[in-house]
């Protein structure tokens, strides 16, 4: 069950590499890095799994219980995600406007 | 309030004070331009006293802690537990050091921007975000928190890239900042990952902590290839460089000589993983000898493909990965040496030869950039074909690019002979090829430099334009300043500044015990 896991980490975050190297569509550049993360932060919660744990929570009533501090840090790197992925569409948004395109053309430039 | 009581919370201060004056900045925009000028300019001072105040308590020797959050700032390990829980700063000799340049280059190129975006719009949003890249660097440099370094990283990255897409109104402003945000994203997301590996084998973040338990399994060899790779990509060496023209040339360049200190800060960063967090469990000389091929390849290509650019940010961009190259090639001497302990004086002095050059490099390279800014001020172009006899009208901006052009190529009475001769000197240990290396590349460096002021100063007076207005010049004479003051007492900057940063760096026991005490 737990290879499973990390099985859709390695494929999310293969994936991710992949589209960014491959793709000259920013869109689809800013999407493969969106997955990427989400194979990162899957990782952090995953780490802090264990089988049966209950949400930490201090009623008294269990025993077993998943480690809070990965999911604490999850939530940082996710809002952190949507403030790069944000800036990242207004200059899509910019770019666009002036080049009528989304291929990006400089990449090979000297 | 007393000194003391200052002295205990500045850490904290110098991270908190920016980052409240931020996003204050907004609201004093509203008031009047002058209002939000002086405010910019105060909080950079204030910024620049703190750090210096903190920075003379640091090196005369001891080095500093700050737990957030906690009742006593200086209990790191709470009674409760076993290990640091809560988020330390630790400010030891290299981190104030890195937090000097940090401060001292923003404040050129603040009072460098008053006149300089005067004609831009947003100048408010200017100012927030420059204050915001001060936070990013400062904390990255005085954190002990590997989260924390991670989260300090984006702060950088999303301020740096709003930046650089400053004049947006430009088409290939935003194609820079691209690159560059897309290279940061993906180092980041391996940053996050290897810290993903090292807290899922021993439960903790704090780099001091981490140090003392880790174990060198393979799953923490691939989290310091992973560290290495992202580090090394964001500060432009050599393999992972392209982002480096591209962003540096099109940024506003008062934001150039800032994102000189930035590229920097990673630096840091990648010194302070290799050192402080795998230190002694390293193989030295492995990841010494890649430092330097990493060097050498920095040095030899960014010089070689700066020489035929026409454009002259593209041009110093260039320079800045060779001279990053330099950097590396110093502190991986070091590591180096240090591994033979026959050879370990040699490994200390190649350490403060890169640590040296790192403070030189982003005094005459920020410099070197807002001189740039002051032609492209008054002809609205970067390319060297259309400028000339520029030194007629603009004199001081001529003379502050000979200062700053001579110091990159290691002329005697700059600052960047000290710590090119101070990398030679060791870099001879290793091999004498290194030193002739390194020679050569300065060579080219003045060549290309004197190709620039030929085209852009000398010859007739084609433009009939004027100096560029006071601030500007304030802004190069801060810097020049700095330059003038090492080149002229480079034995005391090496033996009260540098010397302690370095031995820092090298002292893994010292960084441990001042957080878990022993």
């Known amino acids: 069950m737990i290879w499973a896991i990390y099985f859709a980490i390695a494929s999310l975050l293969a994936i991710g590499i992949y589209g960014v190297i491959t793709k000259k569509n920013l869109m689809k550049i800013f999407i493969s890095i969106s997955i990427m993360e989400t194979g990162v932060n899957l990782m952090l919660i995953a780490i802090g799994y264990i089988p049966g744990g209950t949400a930490p929570i201090e009623n008294g009533d269990f025993t077993t219980y998943v480690d809070p501090l990965p999911q604490a840090l999850v939530l940082t790197a996710i809002v952190i995600g949507v403030s790069v992925l944000a800036l990242a569409l207004v200059m899509v948004i910019n770019y666009y406007e002036k080049n009528k395109t989304l291929e990006y053309r400089r990449l090979m430039k000297w | 309030m007393n000194t003391d009581w200052l002295l205990q919370h500045s850490p904290a201060l110098i991270i908190a004070l920016p980052l409240l004056a931020a996003f204050l900045m907004p609201v004093v925009d509203r008031i009047s331009r002058k ?3 002086v405010f910019a300019i105060i909080v950079l001072i204030v910024e620049e006293i703190l750090v210096l105040f903190l920075a003379y308590d640091v090196f005369g020797g001891n080095p500093h802690i700050y737990t957030m959050g906690a ?5 790191t390990v709470p009674a409760q537990a076993a290990v640091p829980i809560r988020i330390v700063l630790e400010v030891d000799a290299m981190g104030i050091f890195m937090a000097m340049i940090s401060a001292t280059v923003c404040l050129a190129a603040g009072i460098y921007s008053l006149a300089f975006i005067e004609e831009e719009k947003g100048k408010g949003k200017y100012y927030t975000l420059l204050l915001l890249i001060l936070v990013g660097m400062l904390g990255m440099e005085l954190t002990g928190d590997m989260f924390n370094l991670f989260v300090f990283l984006e702060v950088l990255t999303i ?16 194609e820079g900042a691209f690159k560059f945000l897309i290279i940061s994203s993906i180092a980041a997301l391996f940053v996050l ?9 021993y439960d903790l973040l704090n780099m001091a902590a981490l140090a003392s338990a880790i174990q060198y399994s393979n799953l923490d060899k691939i989290a310091l290839v992973l560290l290495v790779a992202a580090f090394a990509m964001k500060c432009g060496s050599v393999p992972m460089h392209f982002w480096t023209p591209d962003a540096y040339s099109v940024a506003p360049a008062s934001i150039t000589a800032i994102l000189v200190a930035a590229s920097q800060a990673s630096l840091y960063a990648l010194f302070r993983v290799c050192f402080s967090l795998y230190g002694v469990t390293l193989n030295l000389s492995t990841i010494g000898g890649a430092l330097i091929i990493f060097g050498l390849l920095s040095m030899f290509v960014g010089v070689t493909m700066a020489l035929p650019q026409k454009d002259i940010k593209r041009l110093m961009a260039y320079h800045a990965i060779s001279q990053t190259g330099y950097m590396l090639l110093g502190v991986g001497v070091g590591l180096y040496l240090l591994a033979k302990p026959e050879f370990s004086t040699y490994g200390i002095k190649a350490m403060e030869g890169g640590i ?13 950039f807002l001189t740039s800014g002051a032609i492209f001020y008054r002809l609205k172009t970067r390319n060297l074909n259309e400028m000339g006899g520029l030194g007629h009208s603009m004199k001081w901006t001529a003379i502050f690019f000979i200062i700053g052009a001579l110091a990159i190529a290691g002329i005697p009475p700059f600052n960047g002979f000290a710590s090119k001769l101070l990398i030679y000197e060791a870099a001879y240990k290793v091999s004498p090829i290194l030193s002739i290396i390194a020679m050569l590349v300065s060579i080219l460096t003045l060549a290309s430099f004197v190709k620039v002021f030929h085209s852009a100063f000398m ?6 334009v004027e100096e560029v207005p006071k601030s500007m010049l304030a802004g190069m004479a801060v810097l020049t300043f700095v330059i003038i003051l090492f080149g002229l007492f480079p034995g005391w900057v090496v033996g009260n500044i540098v010397h302690p940063a370095a031995q820092a760096l090298a002292d893994q026991a010292a960084y441990i015990q001042a957080v878990i005490g022993g």
């Open chain 2, 35 to 37: 209002a939000r000028n």
């Open chain 2, 71 to 75: 009742a006593n700032p200086l209990t």
């Open chain 2, 159 to 174: 301020a740096c890239t709003a930046l650089i897409a400053y004049r947006s109104n430009t088409g290939d402003a935003v």
């Open chain 2, 193 to 201: 990952f290897a810290i993903a590996l090292l807290y899922a084998q």
């Open chain 2, 356 to 368: 040296f050059h790192i403070i030189n490099h982003a005094m005459y390279k920020g410099l070197l």
């Open chain 2, 459 to 464: 010859g007739p007076k084609i433009y009939d």
